[in-house]
């Protein structure tokens, strides 16, 4: 390891980087700057309320739904059955379609699945984040989304083989799926769960308190110094 300081966003990676030989002096957990960052770039009230209204949803009663990984998108059964159980989930689904799942639909016969759901295209990340927080339900392949639904208080659907980040699911915020009935089954339970909610607005996020940033340029000037 070249580095002088390992700034490690989780207690688990500094155990990887400690599993990998780094010398623990060398070691300091200063939580993920995806926690300030998703403070600050989620709009407020006034801009969620006109968003909501643009898509024509209610505050806590949609899904919103994004699927771009190549695992997902490249394999036209995976595709299949991932369009097949959205369109079986139990609230109005908000698909933000990636250009690669639109082409691949296309490619692999799958429009008139695709269609069926009515996607939308693909939106910024601060309207993203907008309407992510007034959702019930996240469903997604995406890496980010694992850490930003922390701090969301949102529960989220990981439709992949595995994930690179287990401190997510370990915290109860997401739950990792294969493409198939699961996504529907689960998504049935999680949305009918009213205590949910209340329960995940409880829980810290793994990836730090939003000082991390702080943390981070203090021990740099220490150094430099």
């Not at 490249?74 to 799942?101: E, M, N, W």
């Not at 639909?105 to 069926?116: E, K």
């Not at 309407?131 to 922390?150: F, M, N, V």
Request: glycine residues 8%; proline residues 7%.
């Amino acid at each position: 390891m070249l580095a002088d300081w390992h700034c490690a966003p989780t207690r688990q990676d500094r155990e990887n980087l400690l599993n990998e030989g780094v010398d623990p002096t060398r070691v300091v957990v200063t939580g993920n700057t995806i926690v300030e960052a998703t403070w600050s770039a989620v709009p407020g009230a006034a801009q969620r309320a006109e968003l909501l209204a643009r898509y024509g949803l209610d505050h806590g009663r949609f899904v919103l739904a994004t699927i771009h990984r190549p695992e997902n998108t490249d394999d036209a059964g995976r595709l299949s059955a991932i369009l097949t159980q959205f369109a079986k989930l139990p609230l109005p689904v908000l698909f933000a379609a990636h250009p690669r799942t639109r082409a691949a639909a296309a490619r692999h016969g799958l429009q008139a699945d695709f269609d069926r759901l009515s996607p939308t295209g693909p939106l910024d990340h601060r309207t993203y984040l907008a309407l992510a927080s007034s959702a019930r339900l996240l469903i997604s392949d995406s890496g980010g989304l694992q850490e930003e639904t922390t701090v969301l208080k949102k529960p989220l659907i990981v439709v992949r083989n595995s994930t690179e980040r287990p401190e997510s699911i370990t915290a109860g915020f997401a739950h990792l799926v294969a493409p198939g009935p699961e996504i529907s089954r689960l998504a049935h339970a999680l949305i009918g769960d009213t205590g949910l909610p209340a329960r995940l607005a409880s829980v810290p996020s793994p990836y730090g308190d939003g000082r991390a940033s702080a943390r981070i340029a203090a021990l740099a000037a220490d150094y430099l110094h």
